[in-house]
């Protein structure tokens, strides 16, 4: 798709590449710091983490290794229900390691919440989380993350792995699309 037929979704930008950059950098030197010495295992979750996970693993100085887990909230919405499930699960066996989620958002936290638990009940030593957009304003959970790249208004924003309708993820920056196009997912 042409630059220019990407561009058209958006509203307005909310983080630049730039802001998403110095965010990636900012929680990368918090992570090196506090798992130096241990070697965690880092679950992305697909499929909005990975341009954040691949970024940010790139960047920090980490002895680690990886893994994906694929869980949604049930529909296609704006919104999440609440109700999770698991559509591709971790391969490791994670009993007594230091897990590190990568979230693309927490938005009202079930998906985290949900994760979280998961790992724990599996025989995690440790659960963190980094996450790179924070919309604290939904949250419905008691869910925080660990390591938070940029504090995100309340808005639906798309772009750097967050996706619209599936698409848009392969955008560089991350914006807000226009309401005619808001209004198209219901
Ligand atoms: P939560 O369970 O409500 O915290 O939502 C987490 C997931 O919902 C994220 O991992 C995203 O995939 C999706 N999500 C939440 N807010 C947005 C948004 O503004 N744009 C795109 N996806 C979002």
């Known amino acids: 798709m042409a630059k220019d037929d990407m561009q058209e979704l958006y509203d307005r ?9 110095d965010a990636t950098k900012e929680v990368a030197r918090k992570i090196e710091n506090d798992y130096a010495g241990k070697n965690p295992l880092v679950i992305g979750a ?6 954040f996970m691949t970024d940010l693993l790139k960047e920090a100085s980490l002895l680690c290794e990886i893994d994906f887990i694929d869980v949604s909230s049930y529909g296609n919405s704006t919104t999440s229900s609440g109700k999770i499930r698991i559509d591709k699960d971790v391969q490791r066996d994670l009993t007594g390691r230091d897990i590190l989620i990568v ?26 989380c980094a996450v790179l957009l924070d919309k604290e304003a939904r949250r419905a959970t008691d869910i925080k993350a660990d390591y938070i790249g940029r504090a995100c208004p309340d808005e639906f924003v798309v772009g750097y792995g967050l996706d619209f309708a599936g698409k848009y993820r392969n955008v560089d920056f991350i914006g807000v699309p226009k309401d005619k196009y808001i209004k198209e997912l219901g």
């Open 46 to 51: 697909l499929k909005g983490a990975v341009f």
């Open 13 to 21: 930008v909310l983080f630049s590449h730039q802001d998403i950059v």
């Open 103 to 128: 979230e693309d958002i927490v938005d009202t936290g079930y998906t985290l919440k949900f994760m979280k638990d998961l790992f724990l009940e599996r025989g995690a030593k440790s659960v963190k």
